[in-house]
C-alpha cells in the first residue's frame, strides 16, 4: 500500500492492541518500553519490567504508568518514535482498513 504526500490527515498510536493486534510487535514494544524505563530510572531492565508490570496492573494506562514513574510521557514517546519502526510489523489485512 502506497500513501500520496499529504493525503494523511490523521495518525494512531496504539499501545495496546486495541485497534490492531500483533503479538510481535506488542512483545517488541513492551521490551523496548522496559528499556527505556532502565535507561532513565538507571536501574537494570529486570526492575524496569517489573516496575512497569506492576504499577500498570494498579494503574492501568501506560502513560499514567509512565509519569507515575516521574518520567515525562513526552521525552519517552520520542525517544520510542526514534527506536520503533512499526511498518516491520503491521501489514494491511482485513484488521486494517484505509477510509476515504
Given at each position: 500500500?502506497s500513501?500520496?504526500?499529504?493525503?494523511?490527515?490523521?495518525?494512531?498510536?496504539?499501545?495496546?492492541?486495541?485497534?490492531?493486534?500483533?503479538?510481535e510487535?506488542?512483545?517488541?514494544?513492551?521490551?523496548?518500553?522496559?528499556r527505556?524505563?532502565?535507561?532513565?530510572?538507571?536501574?537494570d531492565?529486570?526492575?524496569?519490567?517489573?516496575?512497569?508490570?506492576?504499577?500498570?496492573?494498579?494503574?492501568?494506562?501506560?502513560?499514567?504508568?509512565?509519569e507515575s514513574?516521574g518520567?515525562?510521557?513526552?521525552?519517552?514517546?520520542?525517544?520510542?518514535?526514534?527506536?520503533?519502526?512499526?511498518r516491520?510489523?503491521?501489514?494491511?489485512?482485513?484488521e486494517?482498513?484505509?477510509?476515504?
Open positions: 500500500m500513501v500520496q504526500e499529504g493525503s494523511v490527515r490523521c495518525i494512531l498510536f496504539d499501545l495496546d492492541g486495541t485497534l490492531y493486534n500483533s503479538s510487535y506488542s512483545n517488541h514494544l513492551e521490551d523496548e518500553i522496559s527505556l524505563i532502565s535507561e532513565e530510572l538507571k536501574i531492565e529486570l526492575r524496569a519490567k517489573l516496575l512497569l508490570d506492576q504499577n500498570r496492573r494498579t494503574i492501568g494506562t501506560l502513560t499514567c504508568t509512565i514513574l518520567i515525562s510521557r513526552i521525552s519517552l514517546y520520542r525517544k520510542m518514535a526514534s527506536r520503533i519502526e512499526p516491520t510489523y503491521f501489514f494491511p489485512g482485513t486494517v482498513r484505509v477510509s476515504a
